[in-house]
């Protein structure tokens, strides 16, 4: 495994200078630094409810005034409180037993209402059935794909989507939300939740590499997730909470929706097109209703910053004082967007510390670990920005191909354990045995190495270029040619062929020559990394495939990269010679 160098402006991976990075607060705690490359969190000691189920019922108790918001398509809100959520809930929970559910069925929900989301979501719960969301813009395909992923699960979906299914699916179509809610006299709706190791969610992920796959999450592991991030981030019942992603995904469900549950803090849902339309409305909600916790990933506290510098909002104000605690996750997150984005919204009373790194991933019930820092103190020179340490409970460890522990600043693989920790993936023994080693860690997937007691994330192993003695990862290129002339903003995906050759695909700017762009392209990539772009492959920006977080599919771009240099023979690149 290689040492690393957090080189400033982002080089090549090479032997190691320093792993002295910014701790906490944005110093350093070599006091701290460990011998090995393993992070344990602090005891999680009661994380409260043993059921999902329990949670939902304590935050109905706890609170009483609305809690759950939704903001609609054209940003008009809608408020529910937590015991007319468990009220919703149970009355559903009546109209899919008489539909046949019973406990531990699965059930798959396609459903483009929010509201009607969680309502079903939280009567699978009660009832002890397994929900499991499916992203609403896949269509009857996605969902019969899904369907069989799962095994003939049953299906609640809207009308025009249940009446599209064909075959096995379409005979386990239950109906619509509404359908099931309908009267429910002589309907038992006395929960029967499962608890503690019992199946809680089915998580539908295909990520960033390939085939679709259920991600198992237990009550314990969603349960002990919300304690820790609860415990770790001060989220309670005094706080406000402010999420975009979608509920159907679980940065939406659980990372946010199911954790202000836990805390009974009052939570508020806004549609991703509806932020993306106009970001300076992230900035509205935040200030309108005093919104302490929120998220977002790194790309778009750029664009927020950049719109705040431009005159946009020019004569606009916002107190974003009460903002103590904002996720950046998601992607990898750089030095110059924390600072850049922590300048443009001081003078609007963003606390300096209020941006927290973290990392996470559907297999951890989402974020579990987390990196608290001063903004001010950041170098925006640094390649990396650590993603912290772990939560309560939580343990993770960098190690070799072997799964032997490398010493503190080595690159190596990222695992984890914990009571997060999912056991594995649903009717995929094979896939589950090899996410896991033989002492019981997951494999993530993700490139990491320790320094002065925090976790720094430096990427995927699967966006990982190597070529020679150096190396980057993928994500390196792609914010290099960001904002490069003859390309569309952020269009760029850098992978590699089985072969290693690299490629990058990209969107090419109205006018721009593609052989020149392809030239300036590889020198510029050379340049910055020292690694051999083999071929630039222009697509169209709506052809680039990409997860709902915005990752890149790179398995699937990897099937389209050419067979040999596309390089067109009559433009020599001198400076970057063309790949044998």
């Known amino acids: 495994m290689p040492s690393v160098v957090p080189a400033e402006g982002g080089g090549p991976l090479g032997p190691l200078e320093s792993t002295r990075s910014p701790g906490p607060g944005g110093g350093t705690t070599a006091a701290t630094t460990p011998v090995t490359s393993l992070l344990t969190g602090p005891p999680l000691t009661d994380p409260g409810p043993a059921s999902l189920a329990d949670v939902l019922r304590r935050a109905a108790a706890r609170r009483t005034c609305p809690a759950v918001c939704h903001l609609d398509a054209e940003g008009r809100e809608t408020w529910t409180g937590y015991g007319e959520l468990f009220a919703d809930a149970s009355r559903l929970l009546g109209g899919l037993r008489r539909a046949g559910v019973v406990r531990g069925d699965r059930v798959l929900l396609h459903l483009g209402d929010e509201r009607e989301l969680l309502t079903v979501f939280w009567a699978c719960v009660l009832g002890g059935f397994v929900p499991a969301p499916v992203a609403s813009r896949e269509g009857p395909d996605g969902l019969s794909d899904a369907w069989h992923t799962l095994r003939g699960p049953w299906i609640v979906a809207d009308d025009a989507t249940g009446t599209a299914l064909v075959d096995g699916p379409r005979a386990h179509w239950l109906g619509s939300a509404a359908h099931l809610s309908g009267p429910a006299a002589g309907a038992d709706v006395t929960p029967t939740p499962g608890r503690g190791d019992d199946l809680a969610v089915l998580v539908l992920t295909a990520g960033s590499t390939g085939a679709p796959k259920a991600v198992m999450l237990s009550h314990r592991n969603i349960v002990s997730r919300s304690a820790g991030t609860a415990l770790a981030n001060g989220v309670g019942d005094a706080c406000v909470t402010f999420n975009w992603m979608p509920l159907d995904h679980v940065s939406g469900l659980v990372m946010f929706h199911v954790r202000d549950v836990y805390a009974a803090a009052a939570q508020i849902h806004a549609r991703k097109e509806w932020v993306l339309a106009d970001p300076l409305r992230w900035l509205d909600v935040i200030d309108r209703h005093r919104v302490s916790v929120a998220w977002a990933a790194d790309s778009f506290f750029d664009r927020v910053a950049a719109r705040v510098e431009d005159g946009t909002a020019a004569g606009r ?222 697509l169209d920006l709506a052809d680039i495939p990409r997860t709902p977080t915005g990752k890149p599919r790179r398995a699937r771009l990897r099937a389209l990269i050419p067979a040999r240099d596309t390089r067109p023979a009559d433009t020599p690149d001198e400076e970057h010679p063309p790949c044998s």
């Open 317 to 538: 104000r916002w107190d974003l004082s009460a903002l103590a605690y904002v996720m950046n996750g998601g992607a990898p997150v750089k030095a110059r967007t924390v600072r850049r984005f922590a300048a443009a919204l001081a003078p609007h009373g963003l606390p300096a510390t209020a941006m927290r790194p973290g990392w996470g991933m559907s297999e951890t019930a989402s974020g579990v670990v987390d990196h608290r820092l001063d903004a001010r103190r950041l170098d925006p020179g640094a390649r990396w920005v650590p993603s912290g340490v772990p939560h309560p409970g939580v343990s993770v460890r960098v190690v070799d191909e072997d799964d032997r522990t490398v010493p503190p600043g080595t690159l190596g693989r990222l695992q984890v354990t914990g009571p997060t920790t999912t056991r594995g993936y649903f009717g995929a023994e094979e896939e589950t045995r090899a996410a896991f080693t033989a002492d019981g860690w997951l494999r993530t997937g993700d490139m990491a190495f320790v320094a002065d007691g925090a976790l720094t994330v430096t990427g995927s192993a699967d966006d990982l270029v190597r070529q020679g003695e150096v190396s980057c990862h993928g994500h390196e290129i792609e914010h290099l040619l960001a904002g490069f002339d003859g390309l569309l903003p952020g269009s760029a995906v850098a992978c590699t062929a089985a072969d290693g050759t690299l490629a990058v695909f990209c969107s090419l700017a109205p006018d721009a020559s593609a052989d020149r762009t392809a030239r300036e392209v590889r020198a510029a990539v050379a340049r910055r990394f020292g690694v051999d772009v083999a071929h630039v492959v222009p």
